[in-house]
């Protein structure tokens, strides 16, 4: 069954008003969930993730998360108790947004809460990854051993997403850039010549005549872009609002010569690292492929993955169930096949993890190194070519005069 997430309000025993987020299947199982925390629900709404980021003031992003992690573990390691960690770390963290998630997930340890169902009840902030893992950890005792994973595994994500975003910024300026600076000469330079063609009544040259008729079109329809890029964003938003539809997206995305590529690996790598991080916590290969399965976006990889759960659920192995849905990368079945022969699938998985974040930045660096002469080029023969076929009209026009 679909998570739904719901914002409450409600009463403890003293009669103090509670309000905070929780994560169930049904409404019904959020009321229990809060009777079983000695909680009367007073109020009890339906909402979306997007909406609970935003019900906390400032979102909370992985950087926060990061330092969270870091300072819960130098805590932990020094064998401190949680709920004692807390309350330095809430006298540590000098952001505010930071302070209010501690202090909520310290008063629900206090009310006898494990961390894990504490941080279960902010689904907005703590992954299903992150959960499994602190449960992990708490029921075998492990903590201390975990925590430093988690802390690297975040660290490691929200590294390759910088990279990836700041390799990518400078094309787009130049794309953007340049498309802006050919539309101002279409819109307001090239109509210039109009008149002086107009006076003249000479014949135009067919690519004068054309640029001009571009223009005139810009000018009169140019307003129609701006409804035409949010009707575009609205159908992409349309084709994943619906699982179907989505997987048929995804499934063409993958298909795509080289971004197909790119988010493939991007993809794996993720699944290894989250599925490597969960074997290495002790928690089962069915489960660790339930949540892995959960922190992809790809609908397409998604199916492919509970196909390959069902597999691995009838008593084939991991590695072969991947080889036989023939979407993912052969070095990927082939050394978790090795890994199970050899009783190391999660630290195997882990290795491949680095591999393929190595190949995403690889293919982006490659990619951007031919993207930003291509992009100087093409911009350079558009503007360039404007001119020319401008000034060789007025030229010829001059010609024909004398």
């Not at 990061?66 to 807390?86: M, Y």
């Not at 689904?123 to 449960?135: A, E, G, H, M, T």
């Not at 004068?208 to 571009?214: D, G, H, I, S, V």
Request: proline letters at 3%.
């Amino acid at each position: 069954m679909s998570v739904n997430y719901y914002q409450y309000q409600a009463c403890d025993a003293q009669g103090n008003i509670t309000n905070g987020q929780l994560s169930a299947e049904s409404e019904r199982e959020a009321i229990a969930m809060l009777h079983a925390r000695k909680l009367v629900p007073v109020k009890l709404n339906s909402t979306s993730r997007q909406s609970l980021k935003r019900s906390g003031g400032k979102r909370i992003g992985t950087a926060d998360l990061v330092d969270f992690t870091s300072g819960l573990t130098t805590l932990v390691e020094a064998r401190i108790p949680i709920d004692k960690a807390l309350q330095l770390l809430e006298g540590i963290t000098a952001k505010e947004h930071m302070k209010r998630l501690v202090v909520s997930l310290r008063r629900d340890v206090k009310e006898g809460k494990s961390l894990a169902d504490a941080m279960e009840s902010r689904p907005d902030v703590f992954s299903k990854l992150y959960i499994n893992i602190i449960r992990a950890g708490e029921t075998g005792g492990i903590l201390d051993q975990l925590l430093p994973d988690l802390g690297n595994f975040l660290e490691t994500a929200e590294e390759t997403k910088k990279q990836i975003i700041s390799a990518l910024t400078y094309p787009m300026v130049l794309l953007i850039t340049g498309l802006i600076s050919v539309v101002l000469l279409l819109v307001y330079v090239v109509p210039q010549f109009t008149a002086m063609f107009e006076d003249v009544g000479s014949e135009i040259p067919p690519s004068a005549e054309f640029l001009l008729n571009l223009s005139s079109g810009l000018q009169n329809f140019g307003w129609l872009i701006v409804p035409v890029v949010f009707g575009i964003i609205y159908w992409w938003r349309w084709l994943a609002a619906d699982k179907q539809r989505k997987r048929q997206k995804d499934a063409f995305m993958l298909r795509l010569p080289i971004a197909g590529k790119l988010m493939l690996n991007r993809d794996v790598a993720i699944f290894s690292r989250t599925l490597g991080a969960l074997l290495g916590a002790g928690i089962p290969l069915i489960r660790g492929l339930r949540v892995a399965r959960e922190v992809i976006s790809n609908e397409e990889l998604i199916h492919h993955l509970e196909v390959v759960e069902e597999d691995v659920r009838s008593g084939a192995g991991l590695g072969i169930s991947l080889e036989k849905t023939g979407m993912f990368p052969v070095l990927l079945h082939q050394l978790v096949t090795v890994g199970e022969e050899s009783g190391r699938t999660g630290p195997i998985l882990k290795k491949l993890a680095k591999t393929f974040d190595a190949n995403v930045r690889d293919d982006v660096s490659r990619l951007v190194s031919a993207l930003q002469p291509a992009l100087i080029l093409l911009l350079g023969i558009a503007v360039g070519g404007i001119i020319i076929v401008m000034l060789s009209a007025v030229f010829s026009m001059n010609t024909v005069d004398f």
